[in-house]
């Protein structure tokens, strides 16, 4: 699938409507909308067309992260999630100042199938459903995949865009909860490592050689 850039100055375009609000039923997170102190969802365009009537210029000042670490405009891609800080000019205009960009998943696929037309993909333990118009599957199981979407209220990520990459290093964004799990994912913290929970949080590092996925985590972002 491929993997759109933004260019400098450009606009981006976020898929958003509701409130802002946080996760509060199973995995979910509750869709995506604007905030009193910013705007969340999915990058959907980098063009002047409008979504919900939400845009937003980026300036070269703007601070931009992926995954938690510095990254540059031109590491955003369609689908990835973002919380963006931005001013709103008179004439209804968002200029950001800040863009947190995360990924859903990083993983290898355990299982592949089909329901109801559509292919579902089984990551880290997680199910993720590819959009509607994925009529073939290229992927195996074993292969490693960036997954990029939202959770919805079962905790199922509804995919924006699902591509392979060599990374070797496990990613998982979402809630954290009091039983050591990140989005249902069990996690061991290394050294130095911090989760708390009830927060939301992107963390990384390298699978357990387990029966069942366990994140040995080594680097932890609440976002």
């Known amino acids: 699938?491929?993997?759109?850039?933004?260019?400098?100055?450009?606009?981006?375009?976020?898929?958003?409507?509701?409130?802002?609000?946080?996760?509060?039923?199973?995995?979910?997170?509750?869709g995506s909308g604007i905030g009193g102190t910013g705007i969340y969802g999915l990058i959907e365009g980098f063009s002047s067309i409008w979504v919900n009537d939400v845009r937003i210029e980026i300036p070269n000042t703007a601070t931009i992260t992926l995954n938690g670490r510095p990254a540059s405009e031109s590491e955003l891609s369609l689908g990835q999630t973002v919380a963006v800080e931005a001013?709103?000019?008179?004439?209804?205009?968002?200029t950001a100042s800040r863009i947190d960009a995360t990924f859903a998943l990083l993983g290898p696929i355990s299982q592949i199938g089909k329901s109801q037309g559509l292919w579902?993909?089984?990551?880290?333990?997680?199910?993720?459903?590819?959009?509607?118009?994925?009529?073939?599957?290229?992927?195996?199981?074993?292969?490693?995949?960036?997954?990029?979407?939202?959770?919805?209220?079962?905790?199922?990520?509804?995919?924006?865009?699902?591509?392979?990459?060599?990374?070797?290093?496990?990613?998982?964004?979402?809630?954290v909860t009091r039983n050591g799990r990140v989005a249902g994912v069990p996690v061991v913290l290394l050294d130095g490592v911090q989760l708390y929970a009830n927060t939301r949080a992107t963390v990384r590092g390298y699978l357990?050689?387990?029966a069942a996925p366990r994140l040995a985590v080594r680097e932890a972002v609440t976002t």
């Open 1 to 30: 699938m491929n993997r759109d850039r933004l260019t400098r100055r450009s606009t981006l375009t976020l898929l958003a409507g509701s409130a802002l609000t946080l996760p509060t039923h199973g995995w979910g997170q509750g």
């Open 87 to 94: 001013v709103q000019a008179a004439d209804g205009t968002f």
């Open 120 to 175: 579902i993909l089984k990551v880290l333990g997680q199910y993720v459903i590819l959009p509607s118009f994925t009529e073939t599957m290229t992927l195996r199981s074993g292969d490693w995949v960036v997954v990029t979407g939202l959770r919805d209220h079962r905790g199922i990520i509804q995919a924006a865009n699902v591509q392979q990459t060599t990374s070797r290093e496990a990613i998982v964004t979402g809630p």
């Open 208 to 210: 357990a050689p387990e």
